[in-house]
């Protein structure tokens, strides 16, 4: 399959007085899986649907590969999305819905029901062939609409939150197997989520969206580790944003004083002063031997198995952390020692983008 960069250059969507997507330029490279993350509103399904041409641009242009598709219909564009409901027809076997697309674009029946037998072949279900929808299992559904895109030869696959449907287990098997056939095919694939964990399992990169903007765009570790902003930083999993005290700079590092511990990160620009961090969970040491740490006091413990989730009482508000391995169960009210790792902790700007 051909795999085509895909690019927007100053893209706006309006539906009347209402902007859903500002000014968007981005490029996403061929052969990549890009997740578009946000919260509901944010403009990330409408610009999937910009790509697939199931929504015209108000303003600016869309490319993929060489050509210019802003003004193409849906049907011109090489182009095929999985949708969250899937879509199937009930009434046709899974043979039959794989091959739809081909039929209608006037191939024989016999060309197109070998196509997407080799279609499931690529999704492990050609043995179902001959079922129907509903005698499968969500997963297989999903599977069969994924055969039905690739059929399609598409120089763009698109998802607009295709796991959403599915328990808990089950996303993650599928997850797994969206990522291993984006590789082996070497798909340029835009996903779209608002599930954080997912977008950082699956993504070469990701594009954390707000109001129709793009706030942040990196890989998972960076976006991670280094987000740019509190919004970034709460959206991309658990943090605790702290309000800490910049004493200093020395080349790229910044030494920080965050309730009477002292450590350094790197400053990303910063000037001496008041600013804001965020603090993953995971950075949070929490001993019950006091060592010269701060001291905090344990407000609640929810054990869950491989990890313990805690949050304590540090005078400056309360801190979520989490514990993994045979950690010394702590109770509330118990008094403990508490430390940061310095690599969990990230400079945020204030200003908005």
Request: aromatic content about 4%.
């Amino acid at each position: 399959m051909n795999a085509s960069r895909i690019a927007f250059d100053g893209v706006w969507k309006r539906y009347g007085e209402s902007v859903a997507v500002r000014d968007l330029s981005m490029t996403i490279e061929p052969g990549s899986l890009t997740t578009l993350l946000g919260p509901s509103g944010c403009g990330k399904t409408t610009t999937l649907r910009m790509i697939a041409g199931l929504e015209t641009a108000s303003q600016g242009r869309i490319r993929i590969g060489s050509r210019d598709v802003t003004d193409e219909s849906a049907a011109d564009r090489n182009v095929s999305m999985v949708f969250q409901n899937y879509a199937l027809f009930p009434h046709m076997s899974v043979l039959d819905n794989v091959a739809y697309g081909l039929i209608v674009a006037r191939q024989r029946k016999t060309v197109a029901h070998e196509k997407a037998m080799q279609a499931l072949s690529l999704v492990k279900l050609g043995e179902l062939a001959a079922r129907f929808p509903s005698e499968l299992s969500g997963g297989q559904q999903q599977r069969v609409a994924i055969a039905r895109a690739l059929v399609l030869e598409p120089e763009v696959l698109l998802f607009d939150e295709p796991l959403s449907n599915l328990d808990t287990r089950l996303r993650r098997a599928m997850r797994d197997e969206i990522r291993d056939l984006q590789r082996r095919l070497g798909l340029t694939v835009v996903y779209v989520t608002h599930d954080q964990s997912e977008a950082l399992a699956i993504s070469d990169r990701v594009i954390v969206m707000k109001q129709g903007r793009i706030i942040q765009a990196g890989d998972p570790q960076e976006l991670y580790h280094r987000p740019r902003d509190a919004f970034v930083a709460s959206f991309m999993g658990e943090c605790n944003i702290l309000d800490a005290e910049l004493l200093d700079t020395d080349g790229q590092l910044a030494r920080l004083s965050l309730g009477g511990l002292q450590f350094q990160v790197p400053h990303r620009g910063a000037v001496p002063g008041k600013v804001q961090v965020s603090l993953r969970p995971e950075g949070v040491r929490v001993s019950e031997h006091l060592n010269g740490g701060l001291v905090a006091t344990v407000k609640n413990v929810s054990y869950l198995g491989g990890t313990s989730e805690i949050t304590i009482d540090t005078g400056m508000g309360d801190w979520f952390a989490v514990q993994t391995g045979s950690a010394t169960r702590l109770t509330p009210g118990q008094t403990v020692d508490v430390g940061i790792e310095p690599h969990c902790v990230a400079l945020l700007s204030d200003q908005e983008p």
